[in-house]
């Protein structure tokens, strides 16, 4: 078997053609026609926009943890994809929406019961 494993290694490896990728054909610079200097401008640039990048999320306030789960709470609860019987997870627990219209009241939920919940 390791033998039959090796001699059809050994055919694809003599029978593949070079041929290059579809996205070596699509680049901004192929690689022949980049220089040395145009190749150092755009790790120069790349390293100046990494830094901005940096700078700008470290004089970001972080967010407390709770309001981002009150954030993606309302965004489950508000979401009108939502269809009779489906089950969103909140921060107060899961919960069946009941309801039928695109704008949802807090009456179209109902709380799954605890001993409903598989483990």
């Given at each position: 078997?390791?033998?039959?494993?090796?001699?059809?290694l050994?055919?694809?490896?003599?029978?593949?053609?070079?041929?290059?990728?579809?996205?070596?054909?699509?680049?901004?610079?192929?690689?022949?026609?980049?220089?040395?200097?145009?190749?150092?401008?755009?790790?120069?640039?790349?390293?100046?926009?990494?830094?901005?990048?940096?700078?700008?999320?470290?004089?970001?306030?972080?967010?407390?943890?709770?309001?981002?789960?009150?954030?993606?709470?309302?965004?489950?609860?508000?979401?009108?994809?939502?269809?009779?019987?489906?089950?969103?997870?909140?921060?107060?627990?899961?919960?069946?929406?009941?309801?039928?219209?695109e704008?949802h009241?807090?009456?179209?939920?109902?709380?799954?019961p605890?001993r409903?919940?598989?483990?």
């Amino acid at each position: 078997m390791a033998f039959w494993i090796a001699v059809l290694l050994a055919t694809g490896l003599l029978t593949a053609s070079p041929q290059r990728c579809f996205a070596q054909e699509s680049q901004e610079f192929p690689d022949e026609t980049v220089t040395r200097e145009q190749w150092q401008q755009r790790v120069e640039a790349a390293r100046r926009r990494s830094e901005d990048f940096v700078a700008n999320a470290r004089t970001q306030t972080p967010r407390p943890p709770d309001s981002l789960e009150t954030e993606a709470s309302d965004r489950v609860v508000n979401d009108p994809t939502l269809r009779h019987g489906d089950i969103v997870s909140t921060g107060r627990g899961f919960f069946v929406f009941i309801g039928r219209d695109e704008e949802h009241q807090s009456s179209d939920f109902l709380p799954v019961p605890k001993r409903q919940i598989p483990r």
